[in-house]
Nanobody, 117 residues
Framework: QVQLVESGGGLVQPGGSLRLACAAS????????AGWFRQSPGQKREFVAR???????YVIEGVKGRFTISRDNAANTVFLQMNDLKPNDTALYYC???????????WGQGTQVTVSS
């Protein structure tokens, strides 16, 4: 059974940092494209960042320079380091793992990030 379990969310003041973790079981994350999405109340789920199976990474323009995605292969875990957090970063953050062939996609349950003074 495949599971993605996120952790590391919480309440932080503007300008603060959080490190989200996504621990995978049942799959080898090094063979997947792993990523993070987020969803604020009343908003569509938004793509944030991805780390590909070749270890290349991509983050959206709105978080570039503040967020970094990385992977610990030994721990089968993907991280999202978030610095200089802003109130509009407040959202439920989801981890995802995608395989192109054969097609497969898995999602975690999400971890809440709240940025507020």
């Amino acid at each position: 059974q495949v599971q993605l379990v996120e952790s590391g969310g919480g309440l932080v003041q503007p300008g603060g940092s959080l490190r989200l973790a996504c621990a995978a079981s049942g799959i080898d994350l090094t063979t997947y494209h792993a990523g993070w999405f987020r969803q604020s109340p009343g908003q569509k789920r938004e793509f944030v960042a991805r780390i590909y199976s070749d270890d290349s990474t991509y983050v959206i323009e709105g978080v570039k320079g503040r967020f970094t995605i990385s992977r610990d292969n030994a721990a089968n875990t993907v991280f999202l380091q978030m610095n200089d957090l802003k109130p509009n970063d407040t959202a439920l953050y989801y981890c995802t793992a995608r395989l192109l062939s054969p097609p497969a996609e898995y999602w975690g349950q999400g971890t809440q990030v709240t940025v507020s003074s």
